[in-house]
């Protein structure tokens, strides 16, 4: 079964960019819808956006995020991104990629239950 392995979080101001990476050490992402999740201290986990395998790839984005953030997949690396442009203090958040079985979905679950596999995350922080 695939394993998820989040990279690319960091530090960085207020209005500047980061990129992650979401890749599995083992498996496919074949067949998964792929979304990314973020959870700052002491809130629930959220929904920031996802993508479906069929379809050639409809998106979804919380609206906290559209306009900024952009999903894509990365078939030959077997993964996923997360373009974040102009981020805000309160993107702040350990940021968790996710794999939902669903070969032939056609939209994307913001319920994290619904999803079968989680990377361990890696932490964003936006200072001011």
């Known amino acids: 079964q695939a394993a998820l392995v989040e990279s690319g979080g960091g530090s960085v101001q207020a209005g500047g960019s980061l990129s992650l990476s979401c890749t599995t050490s083992?498996?496919?992402?074949?067949?998964?819808?792929m979304g990314w999740f973020r959870q700052a201290p002491g809130k629930d986990r959220e929904f920031v956006a996802g993508?479906?395998?069929?379809?050639?790839?409809?998106?979804t984005y919380a609206d906290s995020v559209k306009g900024r953030f952009a999903i894509s997949r990365d078939n030959a690396k077997n993964g996923v991104n997360l373009q974040m442009n102009n981020l805000r203090p309160e993107d702040t958040a350990v940021y968790y990629c996710?794999?939902?079985?669903?070969?032939?979905?056609?939209?994307?679950?913001?319920?994290?239950?619904?999803?079968?596999?989680w990377g361990s995350g890696t932490q964003v922080t936006v200072s001011s």
């Open positions: 996710a794999a939902d079985y669903r070969p032939y979905g056609w939209s994307v679950s913001s319920t994290p239950g619904s999803y079968d596999l």
């Open positions: 993508i479906t395998w069929t379809g050639g790839g409809r998106i």
């Open positions: 083992g498996g496919t992402l074949v067949g998964y819808i």
